[in-house]
């Protein structure tokens, strides 16, 4: 193999086949176009004969700056011979020399040699996921190979880790419309934890279930539309507000005792250093109080508080929803 000086104009660049042995993303020069401006190429490219030109196998960036520069000619190292596996290797074994990769581009490892390979699981298990610093599993292969599937936007912020796998595995099952409008609302602009994102989409989807809709049918409800067209809220509040809706849509009951429940503990310890809270859904029998204070007398006065909740009965009121009864004791 010898370095020769090839055309530019010779190196597809624009096909869309062109980054069959590229997994560099974003493919954009970068502050690379000073560094080739000053000093010109320090390495040069590797490509492969391709038709009457040739095939980029490495330094996409370098390859972009030369042609903004409206360079002619490149320094190359022509590839000849080999075969589409080895080309992936080269590329690859280069990649991993290098910088860490991106979520994006090891999503790009895994599509070319799933592809390859005719979507031998086992093999990408084996072979590569070492190489990418992926745990050799089917959950992480097909998790990465899903990646190809996110809009332009998202995939920059994976690329980014703005947004992570572990984001966008909550995507998978849903059938590609919900997918688009869910990664609209949880993953555009109005961004959401993962915790957040997992709530958000287990009550839309158990909402949608029950009412024998689809998923897009609740997000695009009014109220949740009205959610994402006014400006006035934070995205903390949009998300409080959407998690809270989707709660009160799927859980009506559950959702009125919890109203009943914070109703009757905001007479209890208004203005007061104390917190009473119920298990998370009212799942089990237990309410966790806790207080905070800084010298004696404000013990004194919590305790007073306490008192004087277990002689109006505030307390077994509070249980009393817990176990899904009214004040009355009648079963709510």
Known sequence: MQIENIPLAKIDLDSPEWQQYVFTYPATPGPLLDSVRAVGL?????????????????????????????????????????????????????????????????????????ELWEGDVERLQRDVCPL?????????????LFLHEMPEEQQQELAEGRLTPQHTDLLRPLRPDDRRIATERLFGGHRVSLQEAREILENANGLAAREGTHLRDIFDRPAVKELFVRDNYTPKQR?????????????????????????????????????????????????????????PAEIKEILSTMSEAERKGLWTKLFALLQGRSEEGEPF
Do not use: M
């Not at 009125?256 to 917190?275: D, I, N, P, Q, R």
């Open 42 to 114: 320090q390495q040069p490219l590797a490509v492969t004969p391709a038709g009457r030109g040739f095939k980029l196998v490495i330094g996409v960036k370098r390859a972009l700056a030369c042609r903004q520069l409206d360079w002619k000619e490149v320094p190359a190292l022509v590839l000849r011979d080999k075969s589409e596996e080895e080309l992936l290797w080269y590329s690859l074994h280069e990649q991993v020399g290098g910088r860490p990769l991106n979520a994006v581009e090891k999503s790009r490892v895994l599509q070319r040699f799933a």
């Open 239 to 295: 998300t409080t507000l959407l998690r809270t809706w989707l709660h009160q849509e799927r859980y009506p009951q559950l959702s009125a005792l919890e109203k009943k429940f914070e109703a009757l503990v905001a007479t209890l310890v208004s203005g007061k250093k104390l917190t009473v809270k119920a298990p998370r859904d009212f799942e089990g029998d237990e309410i966790l109080v806790s207080f905070r204070a800084q010298k």
């Open 132 to 144: 990418l610093g992926l745990p050799p599993t089917i959950e992480a292969v097909e998790s990465y």
